[in-house]
Nanobody, 123 residues
Framework: QVQLVESGGGLVQAGGSLRLSCTASGSRFILSINAMGWYRQAPGKQRELVAIISSDGSTKYGDSVKARFIISRDNAKNTVYLQMNSLKPEDTAVYYC???????????????WGQGTQVTVSS
């Protein structure tokens, strides 16, 4: 069974940094993953795009995180990372990992989400 397992969230002061990781577990069954990305949802707000990265490495960022966050991936490890720098209190949210398509040996999985990891930035 494939799962997206996130880690790296926590509490940090404004101006600090955190690095999130998301690994597709059960990976010995995974043949390929298309785009992977991070989204976030703050209390009372809609889920929004943070950053996505395609399988060939092209990236897209939400306007509020450009020049502060960096998304990367290790295809051999089926892992996507989010380096978050110069964090602000408004970055506080639950961060969710997403894979738009996972090809395993037996099935294709579309629009797959992790369980989320909390990031809290104190002022």
């Amino acid at each position: 069974q494939v799962q997206l397992v996130e880690s790296g969230g926590g509490l940090v002061q404004a101006g600090g940094s955190l690095r999130l990781s998301c690994t597709a577990s059960g990976s010995r069954f995974i043949l390929s993953i298309n785009a992977m990305g991070w989204y976030r949802q703050a209390p009372g707000k809609q889920r929004e795009l943070v950053a996505i990265i395609s399988s060939d490495g092209s990236t897209k960022y939400g306007d509020s995180v450009k020049a502060r966050f960096i998304i990367s991936r290790d295809n051999a490890k089926n892992t996507v990372y989010l380096q978050m720098n110069s964090l602000k209190p408004e970055d506080t949210a639950v961060y969710y990992c997403n894979a738009d398509r996972i090809q395993t040996m037996t099935i294709e999985i579309y629009d797959y989400w992790g369980q989320g990891t909390q990031v809290t930035v104190s002022s």
